[in-house]
């Protein structure tokens, strides 16, 4: 009986060994996200409605100040850029410099990755700034005719300055180029 017992001891010893050293390599196993839909496809581009325009991005750059000039950083930074005879309007992202593809989601919007910026002398305007929404981006291979770019699909909710009630949605698809400086 005595045996009897100390067999079963040795086997629920050995059982329980099993079971932590289990349960151990299994909590340090590497967490995967879900994988995030990267198709943008290139149709409905968004277009210049006045004044010029440019879609640039800079590598290894940060956003300086509220006008959205750019100084030496770790991220690359995209930029849309709207000038027209009375008005200027911005608007810059903050994407990592790894990968060759990045999402944002309303928390790295209300985060500050997105920045917004509108000035026109003569308007009765008020600020706004981004409050949630989607960016997606993906790198697009260079072949040899063109230089790489990146393909951008960006829906970008804002609202009044200290406030979350969304007034404008604004959108942007289109081919980002490096910026030539």
């Known amino acids: ?101 990045f999402s944002l989601n309303d928390a790295d919007i209300k985060g500050g990755k997105v920045k917004h910026f509108f000035s026109c002398a003569s308007c009765d305007y008020f600020i706004l700034v981004p409050v949630g929404g989607t960016v997606k981006g993906i790198r697009v291979a260079k072949n040899n005719s063109m230089s790489e770019r990146w393909l951008l699909d960006a829906r970008i909710a804002v609202a009044a300055e200290k406030s979350t009630t969304v007034v404008d949605t604004i959108r942007i698809k289109q081919y980002f180029n490096l910026a030539v400086k």
């Open 1 to 101: 009986m005595i045996k009897k017992l100390k067999t079963m001891k040795n086997a629920f010893k050995t059982a329980s060994i099993f079971l932590i050293a289990l349960s151990t390599f299994s909590a340090c196993k590497k967490k995967t996200e879900p994988a995030i839909d990267f198709t943008i496809d290139d149709k409905n581009l968004t277009g210049c409605l006045q004044g010029n325009c440019s879609f640039e991005y800079t590598n290894y750059a940060a956003i300086a100040d509220g006008q959205l000039t750019l100084k030496t950083g770790a991220y690359r930074i995209f930029s849309a850029n709207s000038v027209s005879n009375f008005s200027t309007t911005k608007v810059s992202i903050e994407a990592p410099m790894e990968g060759d593809k």
